[in-house]
């Protein structure tokens, strides 16, 4: 070592994704960081896309809703490096 230091330039390029409900459940986790390739951003659709071919389980995940930093977001939302991405089912209401 020559006692410097390199910043880790890949600390951002990645978002933080939080399951909440049955989707936590088909998942098995809670929480996720989801890698970006550095310097990219995501659709909302995309990410729900890629999800759908992480986890099988989740067939359909278009149908699946986002919170991009606790803000409800549509499929159209650019979702950035160091975003937090919260994906739910819809709800219902009666």
Do not use: W
Not at 28 to 43: D, F, K, N, V, W
Not at 48 to 64: F, H
Request: aromatic share 6%; net charge neutral.
């Amino acid at each position: 070592m020559n006692g410097t230091t390199t910043p880790n330039t890949d600390a951002k390029a990645s978002i933080q994704l939080l399951y909440f409900a049955r989707v936590a459940e088909l998942t098995g986790c809670r929480a996720e960081t989801y890698a970006l390739p550095a310097g990219t951003s995501i659709s909302g659709s995309d990410l729900l896309a890629s999800l759908g071919q992480r986890y099988p389980v989740l067939a359909g995940a278009s149908r699946l809703r986002l919170a991009v930093n606790q803000t409800h977001a549509k499929p159209t939302v650019v979702i950035h490096p160091g975003d937090e991405v919260a994906v739910f089912e819809p709800v219902t209401g009666g």
